[in-house]
């Protein structure tokens, strides 16, 4: 247990070092606590052992008194933390499984985002809820989904996306010390991979902007959370046939880096979206529109990679492999266009 | 222990709230109101009882039938008139509208027009300021029938497993919409559902002013010595129809007359021996107030989309 | 009160008549429960008073034990639908405003779409949620949304949405039958809207199926709600101004009409996707992103006119007429491609 | 009442649930099971006696850890350890894992993987049974943590309200995931919080099956007669962690062993007289059937995606 909280305080602040995207979320949550005592976590054991996820690990020890363990009641703690938020504190909320996102309902569509407009901007809202989605972990229909697009026709919201260890603590800093409220993802099946983090306040990620994580020429290819990583092996595996890719972790669905995108896509003139979701209702879908509605001149339509429209997510170990979109798929959609 | 120049001025935001109520009826039909209001006429003596035992620096939450709430905890007439008429100079910069009323200033963080949403605000407000060592009380306000949404047990377990410093205050006026109680609603008394939460439960006479001020106070020295939560039920009724559009026809008959019977501020004027002149000119005065206050209200602009714009993020 | 019911009564079944949305809406309640009595309305405040948007009028007294008033508990008395549907009832939900959607947000996204699906398709669930949404009528923040959007994303629901009377009856009456959830969206908006219904099975409405409300050469309109009626008035306009313009009221986000818009912009070349809603996340950019991944060949950039990205929905009414798009800018858009 | 016969029949049972689950933990180190499971090792006398008291034609939801209540219900066990490996024969055909435990057939409607989503579900079951003029009777499980989530008591007030003939069985094993009951639930009795919904509500020895089999009797028979629902509280304990992946480190020294002097099991074996023998020759039999089954499930093929596809939309 210990080891974690270790590894991640042995870092020098400010050196580039290689941490685990859990380690990374851990470490910026310890930063955060560190720099700002009116930082809080609270959720369903997130003190005990760690957490669910072991990310919190040493947290509850390191700062006593603000790591608050919940009952069972996703939408009224996001509420609370709402009530703590616009009274002096800065309340990061965990909610373990993004499944659970629908049971706070409420809160997160009706609540979180409207609170400060429906006062006339008396007040503002630092709320931050973490939430841990996606598949690859054989946790069925109701314990798989990224759920990254449910909320992100919500102005007053702001949702950021963890593709990479250093995007898992550079937008968790970042969503901490915004002053709104902003829903980020992560993703359970990135927590093991291993990655270069800046520690410290140049790590910390700028509100709004994607990060292009490999540059190239022939085709822009749009990921986020799990997609973002097997997005850099299907450029990996592109260049190979030689073909250059440029992959674009898009790090916020709102704001919307729609500019970043625009200019991959004015250069390559091909773009591949790859996403955990299905294409309807879905970032995917906007950014392609978007794009189009802008007049870009596509030198082939562009393409999704995506969950089908017409599954779940079943448990079987082999049927979730078959619809979570692979390195191949995108690799191949990449393909396709040229 | 509370003076009769207090309980005079009590009387006196009472009848404000009931002249402000009256003339926003008045103004809808003027067209300078639209959509929903809901009216809390004959509940007043629970919004200015309650509000009457809090600090300054204290916290509240209230709901969409929030007109007295605000209007007891200090919040400017004209803005809420202004509110009303969607101006820029309304209390929510004219973007809330008759659901909303919020003074931040005062502690008022909102008011809330999805049913049970303040309480867990109230929870967190009151948590927060345990946390930071202040001995400031949050206090919410929610209707009888939005204790079967599940986010009422939901805060009420929070508050008390974290000893939250909050009173919960049920205003039990026997429907929820068209719905009387019984229909929707397992028990009778809905103090009955604190204990399912560990907390204390008791009721309250709602149109006695004096009986409201008295349990809060103890409700809210208890919370602020750090004994904990506690909710309290306030029986009390609504004059009017759940909103503008209701007319109140599945009501009993008799049920409204009996009532009004015990209209709180009826009650509390016969115990502050105000002559009927006395009463009379006291309500001239204030309706020539209200009657003021709306008319200048009236002339604030509308507000412009980049105003409002900036009220949506801070950053 | 009973002049409504009696207005739908008097219809002869299968001819066509002049009735408003909210007797359309009565109408198809009326004809499926006198059909089938498995057929259950239930919701808060139902039964009495006809319902708040005076909907129900008639239906409690002509169908008792059958109009069940629920207490104030989204989440679940969905729930109890969902229970009721596997056990040989077809119960009707009605949510008073779509803003209230999120509070049942678990029963909407994790079991209604994946109940059959977790068993291995042991039963089916037979359940349709109407919900009203909307702008326009001064309701403020909190009760103005359409909604229609938020759960297009979840394989194994089905959404329609209602722009006409004709869609309002044919629509329900739809839903009702289907073996599989339903969630149908009525605007608050359209309710005193009076148009031609076909009363009778001949005005059940095909699943998943677009309707051209109006035929064009020049520039399709694509639209639903209250923006399907003003894009019939904006064409209106357009044709004042020798602009052609088809009108296609989508009625259905789940299963998407895809081919009958791409038929249409096949043949204008030119598309405005006209929506209550913000553009990002919602139908429109997804309609545009399908067609454009299909390789439509666009005479000009597709447009949207859509709710403000950075606002939300305000009480006061000039600032909510000036935000909910207008015929005016639906025609303007549509000009603007010409 | 009970016959030593049926008696026998719960002992066998029970020892198949916990023989069931100690080879799904073997499956998963052979890699054949994936995911998580949450086993229910120890609570083996609420599922058995509970269920004991229904009808054939009675309906019933359960959770995530449901294994012992499938298997209760007479599911396949072959079923079971096919669901559990994601085959085609499975109960879920393949796709519904350990969370999901379904069989329509036998009037079990779901297995949830979201805390409090099964009892709506029970009460509209419930309810539809009644509507449709049958005495069916629904029962419906969940665990003590779950009864800090709203849906909980909303369930319940509609329970109450609607006069729905279904059972409450809350299973107090006295931790939600890590975090024991006292932490996050402010009453210490379960049964409390059925007042707060008009609905009777007592605390039952989970662990002693025959009382189990009394009290959920008489609820269900309660329920039948139309004098509508009730909730009992099965004190309980489980002996794993919460899923495969917890410890459970988090529990005071000497808890899980004072608990299990009171495996149900055992406690029913001592009231059966069998001679060790006799139980070591039964537990024999079981383990060979149990053996067997999974190695037969085993062969099974995975389904398609076509195969699946069918199961997202009826029609
Ligand atoms: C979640 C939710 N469901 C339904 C409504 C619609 N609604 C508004 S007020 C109301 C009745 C509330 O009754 P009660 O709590 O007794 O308060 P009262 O209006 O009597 O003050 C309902 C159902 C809502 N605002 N929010
Ligand atoms: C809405 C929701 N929140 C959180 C979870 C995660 N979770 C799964 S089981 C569990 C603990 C439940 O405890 P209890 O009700 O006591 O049941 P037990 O697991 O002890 O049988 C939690 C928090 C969930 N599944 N659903
Ligand atoms: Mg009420
Ligand atoms: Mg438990």
Redesign the interface.
Known sequence: MSTQAEATERTVPGATTDLTYREAVNAALQDEMEQDERV?LMG??VG??GG?FKTNTGLIERFP?RV??????E???????????????RPVVEIMFS?????????????L?????????????PVTVRSIGGGT???????SATGE??F??L??L?IAVAGTPAGAYGLLRAAIR???PVLIFEHKGLYGRKGPVVRGEAGIAA?GKASIDREGTDVTIVSTLLMADRSLAAAEALAEQGVSAEVIDLRWL?P?DIDTVRASVEKTGRLVVAEE??????????????L????ID?TS????VSL?????I??????ED??IPSTDAIAEAASALL | MTTNEERLAWYRRMVEIRLFEEKVQELFMEGLVEGTTHLCQGQEAVSVGAIAALRADDYLTITYRGHGHALARGVSMEACFAELMGRATGCCGGVGGSMHFTDVSRGLLGAFAIIGAGLPVAVGAAVSAKLQGTDRVALTFMGDGGTNIGTFHEALNMASVWKAPVVFIVENNLYGEYSPLRETTAVDDIAERAKANGLPGSIVDGQDIDAVRDAVGEAVGRARRGEGPSLLEMKTYRFRGHSRTDPAKYRPEGELEAWKLRDPITLLGATLELSDDDQAALRDEIQQLVDDTADRAKSAPTPTLEEIEAYVYAS
Chains 1, 3 share one sequence.
Not at chain 1, 99 to 111: H, K, N, R, S, Y
Not at chain 1, 137 to 143: E, L, S
Not at chain 1, 277 to 290: D, F, L, P
Not at chain 1, 308 to 312: E, S
């Open positions: 809080l369903e054991d005990a052992e669910v008194g608050l363990n919940t009952p069972i009641c939408n009224t703690f996001i509420g609370v933390a709402i009530g703590m938020s616009v009274t002096g504190l499944d659970f996102l629908p049971t706070a309902g409420d809160a997160i569509v009706e609540e985002p409207k609170f400060r407009f429906m006062s006339g901007g008396q007040c503002s809202v972990g054989r946790f069925g229909t109701q314990h697009s449910w992100m026709g102005p007053g702001k915004d002053e709104d509100v709102r919307l979701q299905v294409h309807r209702g879905g970032w995917g879908a906007t950014v392609i529109s978007e189009t509605m802008g007049g596509w339509p562009p393409r999704a089908p429209d017409h599954l779940l079943p448990y079987s170990p082999s049927l078959a619809i």
